[in-house]
């Protein structure tokens, strides 16, 4: 769940950003997104299993990204994701529109507060 | 650690996924949890608390559900989870409970091959029997509206169905009102010649009004005229459709040719029609008959009489009218008709009414083995439950209701059934072909068994309901299944009712099958015992053959006589002959000739002073052909003639009952129509009706006339079927080329026919016990055998069960044959109860066979003794193997797997 600084309503708008974006360079695996995503927003985004796989379910079968099995010595086989081709555009498009979006506000509210 | 997949995968199940899916998002799923299940031990929280927080995260059941359920529901297919969405119609989802059962058979497919192999045998076995059945008791006659037609019998002192005399059935049919018509007929064999070599041709003299009353059709000519069948008419003459078609090639220009028959010269008017069931070939008017015995009321000469009933004529109406009828005729001809009545029976309870004892018999034995067959697979099925354990508990926590796991097994069994029911048929047409051709000749109608619609309606109908006799018991054990219970891993519970149900069903396999044993022990007894038989003369080495004489030779008595001693002459001379006779009548055959007669040598007393015997025409002789004993005075010679006093011989049933304490030699006795006769000696007693059969019949003294002694004008019906029968040195029926080269004769114009060996005779007087010994010892041995398989299939489930138990046990020092003891008491223990059971209910059910049975009752208790060895074998046989896998368990593995 959300931390309460932060709202359930802005985490959904950017999961499918958030997870996209992890698995650009990499592929990873659905503990290893959901470790950093917490990681990386130190505490402040945590998504659980109930929301994030279904969400990498739905990417899946929109064609974004895409799961593979492998097996690494020693370890229980896991399913890594990759961003497929249309998913590198989708996350392109989505930065864009994020970076605007936040400018935009920042804008707005920054003007205020300045 | 626990076992992720599992608790995730419980989670998933309502979701209704594919299994590869729910497998692949399972397994993804448990990963997550037991990465988050370490990380959290790692940064020190206690197990049980890492554990918690591990499984509410992952298995946030409401919020994984519906989250996995937006993606995941679009592309879900029909679910095929059982239990689910069977609301609305009763039927709904039947397409789907097929699908999966189909699916689940097949994934099965070596346990699906036996227990189809097992139902094929049951059901292959009940359709041939049934196609039996049907074909012979429950088909109609093939008559047009057959219900309405019943043979009309005479009945007297001694007979309750006697042949007609012609001019009672000439009254009959002109006083009676209940009958639209009737009929009458009587078997007769035809010399056909003036085509070719002499043919003899089975035939039947008929009235006009036979083929009339029983409503043939005809494919070609006409039947007989009322005015044809009159004493100087023309002769004319039908044909059998089988005759028509093998001997004059289906010509259809056959119709008014002339064939000679018994050297009359007969218009052919007509082909009768391929359904009617009779097996003679040539058809004459019943007027052209010149046989003496044509016009007496003494006379019974084999006529059978049938009658049409009026429409809407009940037949006891029928019997009343035609009881006054013969009432009126007694009074009308005391000396004849005194003690005589009629005796009105539908045609078809009249031919098949016998054999019906005997065929419901063998439908019940049929019916044991399906039953077994149904208790082995119900058995298969409750093993292969324990493993499916799961399977159910898990549709039972999703929601399926009871009835409707139920319902899916029952398809399951249902489609095993059927499986059973496709493989069984092909054996059920081969098994039928078998029966019929094993069926001993007395079976009637057997050209008309086969496999038809009914047998197929009655196959489906069988497999129906033995899929769910044997599916039920599993399926209800399965549906109580607590899915609690049953999802904890290593359960061993919930199986003390399951294992009760197999101990019952192997026991009831065994009981089924010791009665099957027991009814087969009995026919086998019996048809042994009869063999043991004395029939009076010496069996081996006799063959028998009827004889015709030449139509020149019958144009006189004198002819008769010389023609009839040079045949028996020519024969004797054959090299490997020692002696050869004349018989109008054979022991054990399927014909009789009786003749009354009183004491003394004065006009003919009044009824109650008269008596029957059985009555042999024989040449000098054949006492010497058959080593019928002589007892007392001589035997006939061939100064026993025309010339010299009439004499006879009688056997010594005769002699005990009609003289007793006193010397029948020299004594006489007055046989009706050939005068007084004076008995020149005592043979001994033949078994003329049967070997089982003879001690009981009413008429059992025999006398022997000699046929040299014949009046003339007895002399051309008299020898009408006569028998040659001679005594070879070597194998009998290598002698026939000779036999029938002698009786032809010079000119090549008299044919033998119904050539057999004597012991042919025998063994076919004994064809219908066989035949029921035969089938009997064919479903025995298959009831012992999937016994047998029950009793192994139990015990070793149970060995493989106790194998821990077994294992302690010989850890504490049990010996192997310690451990080999406890199970085959078990085993036998089960086959034991089986056993008794059966072996009590084989005293009652045997019974039935009452009339099979010879020289051994129900409870003999040889048979008994004989059953309990034979079931006890087999029950240790099946028991060995899984006892000898128990005595060599090894504790220490037996413990490591707890």
């Not at chain 2, 010149?290 to 019974?300: D, I, N, P």
């Not at chain 2, 019974?847 to 059953?867: E, H, I, K, N």
Request: net charge positive; proline share 5%; aromatic share 6%.
């Amino acid at each position: 769940m959300f931390n309460q600084a932060m709202s359930p309503e802005w985490k959904k708008g950017s999961a499918e950003l958030l997870l996209l974006s992890l698995i650009e360079s990499v592929p990873r695996h659905g503990y290893e997104i959901g470790k950093l995503i917490e990681q990386r927003s130190q505490g402040a985004l945590r998504f659980h299993a109930a929301s994030l796989y279904p969400l990498l379910y739905r990417l899946e079968k929109r064609g974004w990204v895409q799961g593979k099995w492998v097996e690494k010595a020693g370890q229980r086989r896991r399913r890594y994701y990759n961003l497929t081709a249309q998913g590198r555009k989708v996350l392109a498009a989505q930065r864009k529109g994020w970076e605007s979006f936040v400018l935009a506000i920042s804008r707005v509210t920054g003007a205020e507060n300045a | 650690m626990p076992e992720w997949k599992e608790l995730v995968r419980r989670q998933l199940a309502e979701l209704r996924l594919t299994p590869e899916r729910e497998a692949e998002i399972a397994e993804e799923l448990a990963q997550h949890a037991e990465d988050r299940y370490k990380e959290l031990k790692l940064s020190g929280v206690s197990d049980a608390e890492a554990l918690r927080l591990a499984l509410n995260e992952v298995l946030d059941q409401k919020a994984m559900a519906s989250g996995l359920r937006d993606v995941e529901r679009t592309d879900v297919p029909e679910p095929v989870v059982l239990g689910a969405g069977a609301q609305g119609h009763f039927l709904s989802g039947v397409g789907q409970d097929l699908r999966y059962g189909i699916r689940t058979l097949r994934k099965n497919a070596g346990f699906s091959a036996i227990a189809i192999l097992a139902l094929a045998i049951g059901i292959g076995a009940n359709t041939a029997i049934f196609s039996v059945v049907n074909g012979v008791l429950l088909q109609p006659l093939a008559y047009p509206d057959s219900a309405r037609l019943v043979n009309i019998y005479e009945t007297g002192a001694d007979f309750s169905h006697s042949s007609v005399a012609y001019p009672n059935y000439l009254d009959w049919r002109r006083e009676s009102h209940s009958f639209s018509d009737m009929g009458a007929y009587r078997n007769d064999d035809f010399n056909l010649t003036g085509s070719g070599h002499p043919e003899r041709v089975s035939g039947e003299y008929v009235t006009a009004s036979l083929f009339p009353v029983l409503g043939v059709t005809l494919p070609l000519g006409r039947a007989f005229r009322p005015e044809e069948d009159r004493p100087g008419t023309g002769c004319t003459v039908m044909l059998s459709y089988n005759f028509w078609q093998g001997r004059f090639g289906a010509e259809r220009t056959i119709l008014g040719k002339t064939l000679t028959l018994n050297a009359m010269n007969c218009v052919v008017i007509g082909v009768l029609p391929a359904s009617l069931s009779a097996t003679a070939q040539a058809y004459l008017p019943i007027e052209q008959w010149t046989g003496a015995g044509l016009r007496t009321r003494e006379s019974h000469p084999g006529l059978r009489v049938v009658g049409r009933l009026r429409l809407g004529m009940s037949i006891q109406a029928a019997r009343g009218e035609m009881e006054a009828i013969a009432k009126g005729l007694a009074q009308q001809y005391p000396a004849t008709n005194a003690s005589n009545s009629a005796a009105v029976v539908p045609m078809k309870d009249d031919m098949v009414g016998n054999v019906r004892p005997v065929l419901l018999l063998l439908v019940g034995a049929a019916g044991f083995v399906l039953i077994i067959a149904c208790a082995n697979v119900a058995n298969l099925l409750l093993a292969r439950s324990a493993a499916r354990k799961r399977e159910f508990a898990i549709r039972a926590a999703l929601g399926a209701e009871r009835w409707r796991v139920v319902r899916q097994l029952l398809t399951e069994s249902v489609l095993l059934s059927l499986g059973g029911a496709a493989v069984g048929l092909p054996l059920a047409q081969w098994g039928t072909t078998l029966l019929v051709a094993a069926a001993p000749a007395t079976l009637p109608r057997s050209g008309e068994v086969g496999i038809d619609v009914y047998v197929l309606l009655f196959t489906l109908a069988v497999s129906l309901v033995t899929g769910i006799l044997f599916g039920l018991a599993p399926a209800m054990h399965s549906a109580k299944t607590n899915p609690q219970e049953s999802l904890k891993e290593g359960t061993r519970g919930a199986g003390g009712g399951r294992h009760r149900t197999e101990g019952i069903f192997v026991a009831l396999e065994t009981c089924l099958a010791v009665i099957l044993l027991a009814g087969s022990a009995l026919m086998i007894q019996s048809v042994w015992r009869l063999l043991q038989v004395n029939p009076g003369f010496t069996v081996s080495h006799i063959l028998t053959m009827q004889v015709a004489l030449s139509p020149k030779a019958m144009a006189s008595p004198v002819g008769i006589r010389t023609a009839l001693q040079q045949l028996v002459q020519r024969v004797e001379m054959l090299p490997g002959v020692q002696a050869a006779a004349l018989t109008s009548l054979l022991p054990l055959g399927d014909s009789d000739s009786e003749i009354d007669f009183w004491l003394g040598n004065g006009p003919q007393p009044g009824p109650e002073r008269i008596k029957t015997v059985v009555f042999y025409v024989v040449s000098p002789d054949y006492p010497a052909v058959m080593q019928i004993p002589l007892l007392r005075g001589r035997v006939l010679t061939e100064r026993d003639n025309l010339s010299s006093t009439p004499v006879a011989l009688i056997d010594d049933v005769m002699a005990r009952q009609i003289f007793p304490g006193v010397d029948p030699i020299g004594r006489q006795i007055s046989l009706i129509a050939l005068g007084t006769v004076q008995i020149v000696g005592v043979v001994g007693h033949v078994k003329q009706w049967g070997l089982g059969s003879d001690d009981t019949n009413k008429i059992r003294s025999q006398v022997y006339f000699p046929l040299l002694q014949i009046p003339d004008k007895f002399m051309s019906s008299g020898v009408t079927a006569l028998t040659l029968a001679l005594r070879s040195k070597g194998e009998p029926l290598s002698f026939v080329p000779s036999v029938r080269a002698a009786v032809a004769g010079p000119a090549d114009d008299q044919p033998v026919y119904a050539v057999q060996a004597m012991k042919d005779v025998i063994s076919g007087s004994l064809a219908g016990r066989r035949f029921m010994m035969f089938v009997l010892i064919v479903f025995a041995s298959v009831a012992l055998l999937l016994a047998a398989v029950g009793i192994y299939g139990v015990m070793s489930y149970a060995v493989t069960r106790r194998t821990n138990e077994l294992g302690v046990r010989s850890a504490l020092g049990a010996s192997p044959w310690q451990i080999v003891g406890l199970v085959l008491r078990q085993g036998m223990g089960l086959a034991g109860a089986g056993l008794i059971v059966g072996l009590a209910a084989s005293v009652m059910l045997t019974r039935f066979m009452g009339s099979l049975l010879y020289g051994v009752g129900a409870g003999d208790p040889l048979t008994l003794v004989a059953v309990t060895v034979v079931l006890g074998v087999v029950a240790m046989l099946a028991c060995v193997l899984p006892a000898k896998r128990a005595s060599a368990v090894d504790p220490v593995v037996a413990l490591r797997c707890e």
